[in-house]
């Protein structure tokens, strides 16, 4: 089992629709991360939370340590929010290095 | 599982020293990626490589230089290394599909 599962796997959305994605660890953790790859392979750093709630534009990002989950929602969503959406958290239970998800392959049709 | 190394995992160094952070890759990727994040911080692009010969900055400006002279290798210097370069170095490659990230190296300048 994957310290850090994402789901779903993959996505298929309209445009306009309100998307989540969801990242479950099972580790101890000091801080998530969501990361944004895009088709051409360039990775942007989106949020980095250890508690609450963070937002930039369309994107919202939520954690509840209690329960050890996160989720990535993007409201209205594009063509352009294609792209794969990574899961990352740093665990002090592996000496603080990044333990990644494997990823969430999102298409936005028009 | 994904093939990215990255030596050495952790560094302490003096002041004025050479250092250079290597960073390897078995997977055949055009597209490479260094980051720097520093405790509690989110993730930085600072160094970027779309294919051999190919270098770039990236979003944080960094006193580091790269080279890509082989697909496989993509190694980050700094030529006179200073306590302000403490922070952790994450190497990371992809192709069109998802991102692989190397274990990292924790740098401290002393």
């Known amino acids: 089992k994957n310290e850090v599962e994402q789901s779903p796997q993959n996505l298929t959305a309209q445009e306009g629709e309100f998307i989540t994605i969801n990242c479950s660890y099972s580790?101890?953790?000091?801080?998530l991360h969501w990361l944004q790859q895009h088709p051409g392979g360039g990775i942007v750093s989106l949020f980095m939370?250890?508690?609450g709630k963070k937002k930039h534009g369309r994107l919202i990002a939520t954690i509840n340590i209690q329960e050890k989950h996160s989720s990535l929602h993007i409201t209205a969503s594009h063509p352009r929010d294609s792209a794969v959406y990574i899961c990352?958290?740093?665990?002090?239970?592996?000496?603080?290095?990044?333990?990644f998800g494997a990823g969430t392959i999102l298409r936005v049709k028009s | 599982e994904a093939d990215i190394y990255q030596t050495p995992r952790y560094l302490v160094i003096g002041t004025g020293k050479k250092i250079t952070l290597e960073c390897s890759q078995t997977?055949?990727?055009?597209?490479m990626y260094w980051y720097q994040q520093d405790p509690g911080m989110e993730l930085h692009l600072i160094h970027y490589?779309?294919?051999?010969?190919?270098?770039e900055k990236g979003d944080l400006s960094s006193e580091s230089t790269v080279s890509r002279i082989r697909t496989e290798h993509f190694p980050l210097t700094l030529e006179s290394a200073r306590p302000s370069h403490t922070s952790q170095y994450l190497c990371?490659?992809?192709?069109?599909?998802?991102?692989?990230f190397g274990q990292g190296t924790r740098l401290t300048v002393v």
């Open positions: 490589s779309y294919g051999v010969n190919s270098t």
């Open positions: 990371a490659s992809s192709d069109d599909g998802r991102a692989f």
């Open positions: 990352a958290v740093r665990s002090w239970e592996y000496g603080n290095k990044l333990v």
């Open positions: 580790v101890g953790i000091s801080a």
């Open positions: 939370l250890s508690s």
């Open positions: 997977m055949g990727h055009d597209k």
